[in-house]
């Protein structure tokens, strides 16, 4: 994180009022809100009536034509003086600053009185202004009366807050909310709240109080002084049993998801227009370049930024960009353009560099050109002279792809190349650890069978016959062998290299070689390998020296290239890069526990200097049956845009085809070598930070020895001065890289955004998933450096303040009591608090450390789509699906309330997926699935569905099948019976409800963003 980024700056990292100190009792919390962007100084807010409050939720509010969704939680006003209950006060989480929690009595029944969505009568207070937008069906529904709760005698409490009676029944006459609006209410939440408890004094843990829950809290419990399961929430104070709060009126993802589609699907995005917003990553839509880059190349957090640096302060909402410079386009849409100017090169903006593109203006009959981006007039080059209409627009403009799309590649010139020559084809290097672990377990044959048709399908520039990409092979265990296979040998040889420590590449000619020419010898090769190793009892292995070795081939033969390195353990042989275990449990949520996430330093940092040097990129395939540190040994690969792919206790029947499936993708994905990439901005804004599987030497140059695809680079941007609304902001990314044919190109990207003094056109103009994405992405890079606690407390206060600002600003004033949240970010609180009880966020000392370690490295790489399926996977029942429709199955929430006994249910997050049947599932399906009579007879470690001959099997593989072409990993399923231990590994998946290591659901959680916000109001 940068020095100026969300995390590290003050107040959040110092001791405050209202976290590690109390005040006494539960009294009022210091009088400024703790918050100040940036670091900035913390601001006001003007507090909003204080009082009881009924509710209305999800009456949707027009406001500046932006639209938002209104929740109303119901508190008592708060008591001059709070009774102690003998307990030091306490908040929600101890990771979350607040400054000093509610009222006791309002932990009773936080969202008791919620009525959700309709004809309230008699409300104490008038429902917030609709403004004169509002259609007919969105008026205001009258309100319900509300009749206090019948109590039993002796029950009666002063603390209790009010509890609604059902809704009555709306008069003939009034008009609907909305059909679907219609009389939804939520008559309370079952119960005292039920969140995780929280801590003892000051953050800490008291003793022996049952296990911690993710946030430092407990799981619910009974506690000391306190009968009721939260403190302040004696059992006598329980009142009558309450409705429970009905989930589906609270905002769902799967509805937002299945809005766009209906909104959006099937449709042209043409982009044309500055700053639009585009439709969701999980929509189906088709993309016409129009002067603006598609979004599956660049997405952003806002499409409108704020105009000033204060106004980026008050909403604290990041602006980032989220780029994939390699993203596929579908098969409907143009490959972009390759533009050729020859030995001249591209035009560029003498003062800034830019590329020309279509925001530059061409004045003086089209002999000058003014730069878009820094204003620099410039004269137009002979060879590129062309006159301008009577719109002043060149008569070439729909010529040139580079002044009318926002995407496009030019042929670089020699000066872009290393040393001023073109470069040679890139090559590949499969690296096979031949330790007595992969030759038991039959993976070093598996690879070696694999790479006999593998090889066959390398990838290969369009409208070639055969990939230019060369191919070499090397084994090793404690010593390296390298293998010559140049097609003119009738056999294989086999040079060894002992000496680990000064490693060098034993021949030249004959290591790296084109797969068509040598296709016999490879085979002979690939054959022999697995029994050459049969006996062996070599358990020990090197690592450092097999990228060292990997580098100095691609060096000795000057081309770029990556290495497939399949290794099984810790290196601990005695060599450079030797590791030894440091995994420590005890370091869990202590300030430690960074290190257990920090690679060793020395050799592995050196190694990824010199890889990204020589364009050498790292993919590493690991096999461990325990602890490898993969914190370091995944080091390389993270920074040379590589991926770690990790099959722990790998065995051929289960995960065998999961593998394979991976090294295929792997090996087939469009990639370009040795790049490096720049982020230019118009003036007003710069490129300040960046995220992803990258190596930075200077700070703005993102370099990496490949890009592919699945590359995602997140990019922070901060104001450097004013940006005027007339002009809105540009940005242009430029990526220059060796193809897969060895031609040196650079493919630009170009976006427009608008500017508004307005935050409310920022808010209207904000996307979820890219947010989650930077949030995701800032807060797993936090973690190398500060307390987990400290970096979830911040996570919370943002989420808070981003909210707060809008409310303050945005929405037409209503009582505090109200949770209004705005349109596009309404899901936002389901995908935070689901991000905060990912294992990488998690103190648990029952996870992984090399799990944890491994996630945190995975996420850093991705781009929205697989960010946005990570932490909020799809649910999605088969048991109802008709197998004749070609539509694909609607997911549902991602709740344990959403199975059913008699249920069948498909999880997918992009990582794992499972099949989950319910223990009263009907025999016929169990029987068209899986051809055994019931789910009695079904194998424990199945991990594919057999293949049988009728619609329902055919159309539920087809469904997998689907997802895992889609997906840029492979997925193993995982099959799970309703209440078998492996349920447990399943129910983890389901975001909305309690963490399994601990966090709060998405109910409780939304309830105490609530309080959080109206801290900050107040």
Same mark, same amino acid.
């Given at each position: 994180m940068s020095q100026q980024g969300y995390v590290a700056a003050p107040p959040y990292s110092q001791a405050q009022p209202g976290m590690g100190a109390y005040q006494g009792g539960f009294g009022s919390g210091p009088t400024q809100p703790l918050y100040g962007h940036y670091g900035g100084p913390p601001q006001a807010f003007s507090a909003p009536p204080a009082g009881k409050m009924h509710l209305i939720v999800l009456n949707r509010t027009f406001f500046l034509s932006a639209i938002t969704v209104v929740m109303i939680f119901s508190y008592p006003a708060p008591p001059a003086v709070s009774a102690p209950y003998g307990q030091p006060p306490h908040s929600l989480y101890n990771s979350m600053a607040s400054p000093g929690p509610p009222p006791t009595q309002q932990l009773t029944n936080q969202m008791s009185?919620?009525?959700?969505?309709?004809?309230?009568?008699?409300?104490?207070?008038?429902?917030?202004?609709?403004s004169s937008v509002v259609q007919q069906p969105f008026q205001t529904p009258p309100p319900l009366t509300m009749a206090p709760p019948q109590m039993p005698p002796g029950l009666q409490s002063p603390h209790m807050s009010p509890l609604m009676s059902p809704p009555q029944?709306?008069?003939?006459?009034?008009?609907?909310?909305?059909?679907?609006?219609?009389?939804?209410?939520?008559?309370?939440?079952?119960?005292p709240f039920p969140g995780p408890p929280p801590p003892g004094p000051g953050g800490f843990q008291q003793p022996g109080l049952g296990s911690a829950g993710q946030f430092g809290g407990y799981m619910a419990g009974p506690q000391q002084n306190m009968p009721g399961a939260f403190p302040g929430a004696p059992s006598a104070m329980a009142g009558p049993p309450q409705k429970k709060l009905d989930p589906d009126s609270i905002p769902s993802i799967t509805h937002v998801i299945e809005d766009d589609q209906v909104k959006q699907g099937g449709q042209v995005f043409t982009t044309n227009i500055r700053g639009q917003v585009p439709p969701l990553v999980t929509t189906d839509f088709t993309v016409t370049d129009q002067g603006n880059a598609s979004p599956r190349f660049i997405r952003c957090t806002t499409y409108s930024l704020p105009c000033t640096a204060d106004l980026a302060k008050q909403c604290q909402v990041p602006l980032a960009a989220i780029i994939k410079p390699f993203a596929s386009l579908p098969k409907n849409e143009t490959p972009l353009y390759v533009v050729n100017h020859g030995d001249t090169g591209p035009v560029r903006c003498n003062r800034c560099k830019a590329y020309m593109c279509p925001y530059m203006q061409f004045i003086d009959g089209g002999r000058r050109y003014q730069c878009g981006f820094c204003n620099c007039v410039n004269e137009v080059p002979v060879f590129y002279f062309q006159h301008l209409d009577h719109m002043g627009r060149r008569v070439d403009f729909y010529e040139r792809p580079e002044l009318s799309l926002g995407s496009y590649e030019f042929v670089a010139t020699l000066d872009y190349c290393k040393n001023n020559k073109p470069p040679n084809s890139p090559a590949y290097i499969f690296m096979i650890d031949v330790s007595y672990n992969n030759i038991k377990s039959g993976l070093v044959k598996l690879i070696c069978d694999e790479l006999k048709t593998l090889l066959e399908k390398l990838p290969r520039e369009e409208g070639m016959e055969t990939s230019a990409i060369?191919?070499?092979?090397?084994?090793?265990?404690?010593?390296?062998?390298?293998?010559? /296979?140049?097609?003119? &040998?009738?056999?294989?040889?086999?040079?060894?290299?002992? !000496? #680990? $420590? @000064?490693?060098?590449?034993?021949?030249?000619?004959?290591?790296?070689?084109?797969?068509?020419?040598?296709?016999? /010898?490879?085979?002979? &090769?690939?054959?022999?390998?697995?029994?050459?190793?049969? !006996? #062996? $009892? @070599?358990?020990?292995?090197?690592?450092?020296?097999?990228?060292?070795?990997?580098?100095?081939?691609?060096?000795?033969?000057?081309?770029?290239?990556?290495?497939?390195i399949f290794h099984s353990s810790m290196p601990t042989a005695e060599a450079p890069g030797k590791l030894k275990n440091r995994d420590d449990k005890k370091l869990v949520n202590t300030d430690k526990e960074k290190t257990l996430f920090q690679p060793q330093k020395g050799v592995y940092e050196q190694l990824s200097k010199d890889c990204v040097a020589s364009g050498c990129c790292v993919d590493l395939f690991l096999f461990p049956s325990q602890y490898t540190d993969i914190a370091t040994m995944a080091d390389v690969p993270s920074h040379t845009g590589g991926s770690v792919y990790k099959y722990s206790n790998f065995q051929i029947e289960t995960d065998g085809e999961h593998f394979l499936r991976d090294l295929r993708k792997d090996v087939q994905k469009s990639i370009g070598f040795d790049a490096i990439m720049r982020v230019r901005t118009s003036t007003g804004f710069r490129a300040t930070d960046f995220f992803g599987g990258m190596y930075m030497n200077n700070t703005t140059d993102v370099e990496m020895a490949a890009v592919d695809c699945d590359n995602g680079v997140t990019v922070e941007f901060k104001h450097d001065d004013t940006l005027s609304e007339e002009t809105g902001a540009l940005m242009q990314c430029a990526l220059l890289y060796t193809t897969i044919g060895g031609q040196r190109r650079l493919r630009i990207h170009n976006l427009s955004l608008n500017c508004s003094s307005q935050l409310s056109e920022l808010y209207k103009s904000c996307e979820t998933d890219s947010l989650i994405n930077f949030f995701a992405k800032s807060a797993y890079r936090a973690i190398l450096n500060q307390p987990l606690k400290n970096v979830r407390e911040i996570l919370v206060n943002q989420t808070a303040h981003m909210l707060a600002c809008y409310r303050k600003n945005c929405a037409s004033p209503s009582a505090a009591s109200q949770l209004i949240l705005p349109d596009a970010m309404k899901v936002f609180p389901v995908y935070m608090n689901s991000l905060m009880k990912?294992?990488?966020?998690?103190?648990?000392t029952e996870l992984s450390t090399d799990d944890r370690a491994h996630q945190r490295l995975s996420?850093?790489?991705?781009?929205?789509?697989?960010?946005?399926?990570?932490?909020?996977?799809r649910l999605i029942p088969l048991h109802n699906i008709d197998v004749n429709s070609e539509k694909p199955a609607t997911?549902?929430?991602?709740?344990?309330?959403?199975?059913?006994?008699?249920?069948?249910?498909?999880?997918?997050?992009?990582?794992?997926?499972?099949?989950?049947?319910?223990?009263?599932?009907?025999?016929?399906?169990?029987?068209?699935?899986?051809?055994?009579?019931?789910?009695?007879?079904?194998?424990?470690?199945?991990?594919?569905?057999?293949?049988?001959?009728?619609?329902?099997?055919?159309?539920?593989?087809?469904?997998?099948?689907?997802?895992?072409?889609?997906r840029s990993n492979s997925m193993k399923l995982q099959i799970v019976r309703q209440k078998d231990k492996p349920e447990m590994l399943f129910r983890q998946f389901l975001v909305e409800d309690k963490g399994l290591h601990g966090g709060a659901s998405y109910m409780d959680f939304l309830c105490y963003v609530h309080r959080e916000i109206r801290q900050l109001l107040t």
């Open positions: 009185s919620m009525n959700l969505g309709s004809h309230v009568q008699g409300l104490q207070s008038p429902p917030p202004p609709v029944s709306p008069p003939a006459s009034m008009p609907m909310a909305s059909q679907s609006m219609a009389g939804t209410s939520m008559a309370g939440m079952g119960g060369k191919v070499g092979f090397v084994t090793y265990n404690k010593v390296l062998h390298f293998y010559n /296979v140049k097609s003119a &040998l009738a056999q294989p040889q086999m040079m060894v290299v002992s !000496d #680990t $420590a @000064e490693m060098f590449v034993p021949l030249l000619d004959g290591f790296l070689v084109n797969y068509q020419d040598s296709r016999a /010898v490879i085979y002979n &090769l690939l054959d022999q390998i697995p029994d050459m190793f049969a !006996d #062996t $009892a @070599e358990s020990e292995t090197v690592f450092a020296p097999v990228i060292q070795a990997g580098v100095e081939a691609f060096k000795a033969a000057e081309c770029s290239g990556k290495l497939f990912t294992a990488p966020l998690v103190g648990s996420v850093m790489a991705m781009g929205v789509e697989d960010t946005q399926l990570l932490l909020y996977p997911p549902v929430r991602c709740s344990e309330e959403r199975l059913t006994d008699s249920g069948i249910f498909l999880l997918e997050n992009g990582q794992s997926m499972f099949l989950w049947l319910g223990q009263a599932s009907s025999p016929d399906f169990i029987q068209s699935l899986f051809n055994v009579p019931s789910l009695a007879h079904l194998q424990g470690h199945m991990c594919a569905l057999p293949e049988l001959d009728n619609p329902l099997s055919r159309k539920v593989r087809s469904i997998i099948s689907g997802l895992l072409e889609k």
